[in-house]
């Protein structure tokens, strides 16, 4: 069965730290597709990246950078020099034949001032 | 904004209700999804129609039921309530092809007292 853990519940940082959230992924499929999406406290859901299995170069997108390791079934999201708006719930999801997302349980992400 | 409408946007019933969850997926999207949001069982899909059929099928409750009409929009509709059922409904659209990444609506808050 597929299934994604973040272990992290709640992290809790002062701005401008550097924080990585954590993302182990299971599944059968040789061939899948990662998501991360932010939950801000608005409560919307807001797509931040897609990954498929074959593309396992890093990337990076202003302070946000993605590390994605097959080896590991890890899919990591790191966001450099944090800051107060990055306060959030993030989820990560993996994709099924269908196209449905299995998400994970969330990690709530919190930066001080 | 995603171009996908969910209204209501609160809902607050009793015990025993029966409510109706309307989606309105982002124009062109064939696929619909279902997701409930609570604070102990996280995001969890409940069900997927693609063009008017019903396409895959989650943790859905018996008492709660979809469809997907003629013109995409889709419903979900929840019946003889409890207060378990308090949560937060998501509704998401895509193209329908297994990779795509979804477009979440702004939800639904729904409060069974």
């Known amino acids: 069965a597929q299934k994604v853990t973040q272990a992290q519940t709640e992290i809790s940082v002062v701005e401008k730290e550097d924080v990585t959230l954590d993302c182990v992924y299971e599944t059968r499929d040789t061939t899948y597709y990662l998501f991360w999406y932010k939950q801000p406290p608005s409560g919307e859901l807001v797509f931040l990246i897609r990954r498929n299995s074959f593309d396992e170069q890093n990337e990076i997108s202003g302070r946000y950078s993605w590390n994605f390791q097959k080896s590991t079934s890890s899919f990591n999201f790191t966001i450099t020099a944090s800051q107060v708006v990055d306060s959030a719930v993030y989820f990560c999801?993996?994709?099924?034949?269908?196209?449905?997302?299995?998400f994970g349980q969330g990690t709530t992400l919190q930066v001080k001032p | 904004d995603s171009g996908v409408t969910q209204t209501p946007k609160h809902l607050i019933t009793a015990t025993g209700q029966r409510v109706t969850l309307r989606c309105s997926p982002r124009?062109?999207?064939?696929?619909v999804y279902w997701y409930q949001q609570s604070l102990d069982q996280g995001l969890q899909f409940l069900i997927q129609y693609y063009n008017g059929e019903e396409r895959a099928k989650g943790n859905i409750l018996e008492r709660f039921s979809a469809q997907q009409f003629p013109d995409l929009h889709s419903e979900l509709n929840l019946s003889s309530l409890e207060l378990g059922d308090s949560a937060l409904y998501f509704c998401?659209?895509?193209?329908?092809?297994?990779?795509?990444?979804?477009?979440f609506g702004s939800g639904t808050q729904l409060s069974v007292l």
């Open positions: 124009s062109g999207d064939l696929s």
């Open positions: 998401a659209s895509s193209g329908g092809e297994w990779h795509e990444k979804l477009f």
């Open positions: 999801a993996l994709s099924d034949d269908t196209g449905k997302l299995i």
